[in-house]
């Protein structure tokens, strides 16, 4: 199971979060990742973490001002990278350029959409993982195992029809270890989280309980 | 084989283009659709020929000013319509809200896009067809069946993957009866063209020789 | 004092509200229009309404597949178009380039925005006229001269100070004929209005009370 | 004279540009600034030369994935960012909210528009500069005093017209030192360049004879 904390543009400390991140993989021995902001990758990849962009732009080298290639991220200490985040969404032929982009920089890719539709559309794109966001359990506190668990299960059918290597993570819904638990046992692989451990009072507390059940 | 004549914007008469395609489809029995923009439908559907929407947008009844509602086509007399043009990429989000909202309208649905992998990510948002754009060809001289013929029958094989209930149609490098043909053989149930009949100084002479080897 | 209504995708008959608003407009003296969808100008303007398109593409003639051609709307019958509608938002090369397109057309042009900065930014481009629509008024039931009449004098004087042929409409905030006086008193030379007509039950009375104080 | 090196997603050495702008500038005591990709502002603020974001999104802290927020390229090291690049073009409201969260953060901006219409417009959001950018000259070899002199004079005078305050930068069409004099003749008080120096044989001779006449 891997876990991704997504700092989005939170007033948090990226370090902190970075560090804490790091003991907790070290100690449990979960792959966790964490996506802060461009100009923080840098820093938050020093601490040993495991660092993803959460976003990179569907162009190679050139006049592209404004733009976050995937070679920069990578040379900045990224090893992965969300792209079509619901906050970030992407035209079609943009997601398919940025994850060739990302691929050809040798990121992680992680597609996010919406549902099982657009689940089996980002498969086909042929990214390491997709990611499961329903709408309606974005930001929110209710767990996706209690919520909607078979658009989880529904993902999982969805992207495995199109191509079984192919891993999908779930995309909002967790917020503790028990919905990590539900989320492995609907067929998720991996889940990306947020204010969850990024605004938590103890990210330290948060987190031990996310891997306490792997 | 079905033909879909994209006037895009192009300072032609649509009536007059309308009326040509309805004879050559009442004359040679082949299903002929013309496609103007989103003002003229009402005028080019009362001809008698099949009007398709060139877009509609990914949204329901509400505050939406400046979209262009499924329903509002359907009313006008469209009955089908394209989604995410080349010209009017949308994001993957989008393209599946904009499916289910021609389909609600009872519109026929073609998504369109650049190459197999996309395609395939089309089909599996479930329009009733897809239409491969290879970059390269849209707007040129080159036929398809000359420069780049695997694009299609690799189309049609990663739709086929997916969901073999897809029509999917070429939508580049066709003008020419010849090509029709060839875009048949390759797997094509449907072309789509533009200039080679909008601007053609004799657009019935273009259809015919489009519609004679069918 | 100009009043136009804007149908956005509502629900509504746009044909009802076009006959309704032109016998008022009849009767009153008072200059009214009606923005429809595109796909129903043709219709609304043979009721003899004055009609505007509710958006315009930045482009010319060419291939620009799901666009909205000036002189498309105004050969089906518009004689005006709203611009960066809140609801449509354009970059800002792109309004200049919509203004350019739609002036080309000979359409009355109204561009809007949020604040009295932006009003500055948009009086700028030279269109006939701006419309400032205060985000927190928009589609809501209170008055623009009870909750925020500063936003109206103050996008009054930020346009006089760059252009004073621009006329300053009130874009949101308008629902009552005492609305309509307070826009007038504090400099507006128009109103847009959407749901106060479009959704009216009787939307011959909420037009007549909008009308009496002029 | 301000001159800014607008490094875009150029396949060079940053640190490299970076170093010799620094070089120059404490030779030359010319103001010279380095706008580098976003993750790599921190790496070329280290240089100790003036940095500037190429970008920042019009959003404050929060659920923004993706985004490039002010306070983030301050905590890097910028001091400047540019907004609205003609690569990287924003809804007038995003760069009215763009120019707001830079002053916010402390960041110097600079908005680039493409004509003197659009250089009002920009001027009336109250930036601390605004550049302007003939499109027929972005990325060529033509000099803007040879093609266009009159469109950097109308600017001049289009943003004088509007606040005085603010500064007028060229931003396309210098590559040399007697493009800078040029500018400078015309009213401009910075300039904007990119491959002229990111992507000269030799940075240190292209920015030497660039600040020669200063």
Redesign the interface.
Known sequence: MFILI?L????CDPLKIANVARDVADESGVRIAVSP???????VADTGIETWA??V?P???????????A???A??GATGT?I?????????????KAVNAASRAELDTCVC???P??I???????PDSVAVEPPALI?GDVSVATADPDIVSDAVE?AA??DTTVNVYCGAGVSSGDDVAAAGDLGASGILL??GVAKADDPRAALDDLVEPL
Not at 8 to 11: M, T
Not at 37 to 43: E, F, L
Not at 59 to 69: A, K, Q, Y
């Open positions: 997504n989005k543009a939170y007033p902001q461009t100009a923080d990758i840098t820093r959460q976003h732009s162009t190679d080298h050139g006049s592209h001002t404004g733009s976050t290639l070679e920069a991220v040379d900045a969300l079509n985040h619901s906050e970030r969404r992407l035209r079609l032929a943009d997601i398919d959409a919406n549902n539709a657009q089996g559309a980002a498969t086909a794109l042929s930001g969805s029809a199109i947020a204010s």
